[in-house]
């Protein structure tokens, strides 16, 4: 026989279980996060930690090559679960844009922490950190006094004297970027043309690999992000600090436009469904706390003038850095794939 009241109560019973777990899973979702990132998770993993420790917010990264996230990204839509993109370069950065992937941040605490020139124009990306990439050369075999700025490392005397990594690396994209922007097209392809005569070897490794060339002897000078240098001197490993004591730095361009520097940096996706917790992390990598981890950990410069660089770092020295057109990298970057291709550096 049919029971009115045992189906009324476990009618409430089934609805008030369907709510509590209706409950939890919106508790679950505001207290997580969801980022695709390009930078290694070690670098990055003392700022999740730490943002984790301070909100309570549960941080759920996947890591991996930036420009794939930005064409997986387009395919997701909507249906996406990241809710930030982290990147190593502004060139990154200005391509996600470009494809519309992120969205207008409107943060004070943004606004007071970073520059105006470290951010879009838009305010839909943003620089947490600052890395150079000026002359590495060989202690022994190279006079400092030789050594002028970037356009000097075209001059013949240099002749197999330099290593570089490839030109599909988008840190020498963005350098032969800086060289359009600042030299012009016409320029910058003599540039180029010039410079690969004087490689020692065909390109190939990444910054680190280079300094170990000079090292070894393989070639006396190249290009590279300060951040490699400083972390081989710091390593654990004791064939990377001996290749780093080495070499030494030199800051080129320092009487016209500056050394080249770039940004890493983030936006919050479009369709993000934890704006709130996004806004939050982009807000406490603004931090001083969030500043001084990126100086201290990574070796790389603070986008905020009160957090100093780590001892290593600061030992390299000041500079003046060509910090005034960050925003048209992006724009160069086709044309620096272009020429780069076209003289035969690969």
């Given at each position: 026989?049919?029971?009115?009241?045992?189906?009324?109560?476990?009618?409430?019973?089934?609805?008030?279980?369907?709510?509590l777990?209706?409950?939890?899973?919106?508790?679950?979702?505001?207290?997580?996060?969801?980022?695709?990132?390009?930078?290694?998770?070690?670098?990055?993993?003392p700022?999740?930690?730490?943002?984790?420790?301070?909100?309570?917010?549960?941080?759920?990264?996947?890591?991996?090559?930036?420009?794939?996230?930005?064409?997986?990204?387009?395919?997701?839509?909507?249906?996406?679960?990241?809710d930030?993109?982290?990147?190593?370069?502004?060139?990154?950065?200005?391509?996600?844009?470009?494809?519309?992937?992120?969205?207008?941040?409107?943060?004070?605490?943004?606004?007071?922490?970073?520059?105006?020139?470290y951010?879009?124009?838009?305010?839909?990306?943003?620089?947490f950190?600052?890395?150079?990439?000026?002359i590495?050369?060989?202690?022994?075999?190279?006079?400092?006094?030789?050594?002028?700025?970037?356009?000097?490392?075209?001059?013949?005397?240099?002749?197999?004297?330099?290593?570089?990594?490839?030109?599909?690396?988008?840190?020498?994209?963005?350098?032969?970027?800086?060289?359009?922007?600042?030299?012009?097209?016409?320029?910058?392809?003599?540039?180029?043309?010039?410079?690969?005569?004087?490689?020692?070897?065909?390109?190939?490794?990444?910054?680190?690999?280079?300094?170990?060339?000079?090292?070894?002897?393989?070639?006396?000078?190249?290009?590279?992000?300060?951040?490699?240098?400083?972390?081989?001197?710091?390593?654990?490993?004791?064939?990377?600090?001996?290749?780093?004591?080495?070499?030494?730095?030199?800051?080129?361009?320092?009487?016209?436009?500056?050394?080249?520097?770039?940004?890493?940096?983030?936006?919050?996706?479009?369709?993000?469904?934890?704006?709130?917790?996004?806004?939050?992390?982009?807000?406490?990598?603004?931090?001083?706390?969030?500043?001084?981890?990126?100086?201290?950990?990574?070796?790389?410069?603070?986008?905020?003038?009160d957090?100093?660089?780590?001892?290593i770092?600061?030992?390299?020295?000041?500079?003046?850095?060509?910090?005034?057109?960050?925003?048209?990298?992006?724009?160069?970057?086709?044309?620096?794939?272009?020429?780069?291709?076209?003289?035969?550096?690969?």
């Amino acid at each position: 026989m049919f029971n009115i009241k045992k189906f009324i109560l476990k009618s409430i019973f089934i609805l008030t279980l369907l709510s509590l777990i209706h409950i939890n899973l919106e508790s679950k979702s505001e207290s997580e996060l969801n980022i695709y990132s390009g930078r290694k998770l070690h670098l990055i993993d003392p700022l999740i930690k730490e943002f984790e420790k301070d909100y309570k917010i549960k941080v759920n990264i996947t890591t991996g090559k930036a420009d794939e996230f930005i064409e997986r990204l387009k395919l997701e839509k909507k249906n996406t679960k990241a809710d930030i993109l982290l990147t190593t370069d502004i060139a990154r950065l200005s391509r996600a844009k470009k494809n519309n992937l992120f969205q207008k941040v409107n943060s004070e605490i943004l606004k007071n922490n970073i520059p105006s020139k470290y951010t879009s124009k838009d305010f839909d990306w943003f620089g947490f950190s600052i890395r150079a990439r000026p002359i590495i050369y060989s202690k022994e075999r190279i006079n400092k006094k030789e050594l002028k700025n970037y356009e000097n490392l075209a001059d013949a005397k240099w002749n197999k004297k330099i290593c570089m990594r490839s030109s599909n690396n988008v840190y020498n994209q963005s350098l032969i970027s800086y060289m359009i922007i600042n030299l012009g097209e016409k320029r910058t392809d003599l540039w180029i043309k010039n410079l690969i005569k004087n490689f020692a070897r065909k390109p190939y490794g990444g910054d680190r690999d280079q300094i170990k060339a000079i090292a070894s002897g393989q070639c006396d000078i190249t290009v590279a992000n300060t951040y490699y240098l400083a972390n081989m001197l710091n390593s654990k490993n004791e064939k990377d600090r001996n290749a780093a004591k080495k070499v030494s730095l030199f800051w080129p361009n320092q009487n016209t436009f500056g050394t080249h520097i770039n940004l890493s940096g983030a936006g919050i996706i479009k369709d993000s469904k934890n704006y709130d917790n996004a806004v939050l992390f982009l807000e406490f990598l603004s931090s001083q706390k969030a500043q001084e981890i990126y100086t201290k950990k990574i070796n790389e410069y603070s986008v905020r003038k009160d957090v100093e660089p780590s001892k290593i770092v600061f030992k390299f020295g000041k500079f003046k850095s060509d910090d005034k057109q960050l925003h048209e990298i992006g724009k160069e970057i086709e044309k620096a794939i272009y020429l780069s291709s076209k003289n035969g550096w690969k």
